[in-house]
């Protein structure tokens, strides 16, 4: 059963939901994607190896995802950060490895930008990145939208745009546009203090794997590695995806 995290106040209070596993630390963290849930195939792994490891593993659900209250047609990139940022501060006890799955790679690495501007003694110990969707509202969203689509988006306020994943349409909102551009890291230096390991689909259809080129550009003077899959997908859920995501996570040494 999951605990829950109150996050914030007044009317943008919500419950967040978590699971954790006690063990040794660094703790890793999952960081699902847009969408996703706490109980994917990939956190489930991850949990799987943490048991056997003893490994200390918290995984959680975004306001408006899985089993967390709130709506996911208000949440924005900024209230998801502020998710990720709340449960690093009162649920994890050192400097974590964040696991971050598309979205999820985004917000990991905001959350480590963050961290290490406020609380450089907590910011993360490594990250691993699968398909990471870094500034994907903006670069894999609004710039591929056609121009009808922006015109719905503008004007209507939300587009609900067809999933290859589930039978219901995601709702994209103008607010959620608009904030993701206060977010955007592609265009200058991101740097993290920290190893980073970023695993890559060569046949994913929604964050080509030039993407991830492109941001290991703008990585310089960490110490990064790129595993791109040649026939692999966005998910990277079959058995020989999941054991390149543990032995990534494994393979994490965190800087001194």
Not at 167 to 195: V, W
Request: hydrophobic content about 40%; charged content about 30%; proline content about 6%.
């Amino acid at each position: 059963m999951p605990e829950f995290l109150e996050v914030g106040s007044g009317e943008r209070s919500r419950r967040i939901a978590f699971l954790r596993r006690e063990g040794r630390g660094p703790t890793v963290v999952w960081l699902g994607g847009f969408r996703s849930d706490m109980r994917s195939t990939k956190a489930d792994a991850l949990d799987r190896w943490a048991s056997g490891a003893e490994r200390r593993f918290l995984r959680f659900d975004y306001s408006g995802h899985g089993e967390s209250s709130g709506r996911f047609e208000e949440a924005t990139i900024s209230q998801w950060l502020e998710d990720v940022l709340w449960v690093l501060d009162r649920c994890v006890p050192d400097r974590p490895i964040l696991v971050g799955s598309s979205m999820g790679g985004w917000l990991a690495l905001l959350a480590t930008r963050e961290l290490l501007q406020i609380r450089p003694e907590r910011a993360s110990a490594g990250l691993v990145l699968i398909a990471p969707a870094v500034d994907f509202t903006e670069r894999l969203m609004w710039d591929q939208f056609p121009r009808d689509v922006r015109r719905t988006i503008e004007e209507g306020g939300v587009y609900l745009r067809p999933s290859l994943y589930s039978e219901e349409p995601y709702p994209i909102t103008r607010g959620l546009i608009e904030d993701g551009r206060r977010h955007c890291l592609l265009g200058r230096t991101i740097r993290t203090g920290c190893p980073i390991h970023i695993l890559q689909g060569m046949q994913d259809p929604d964050v080509p794997w030039r993407h991830a080129l492109e941001l290991v550009e703008h990585l310089p003077g960490e110490s990064v590695s790129l595993t791109l899959v040649k026939d692999g997908d966005h998910r990277l859920s079959r058995p020989e995806d999941l054991e390149r995501l543990i032995a990534a996570v494994e393979g994490i040494e965190p800087a001194a």
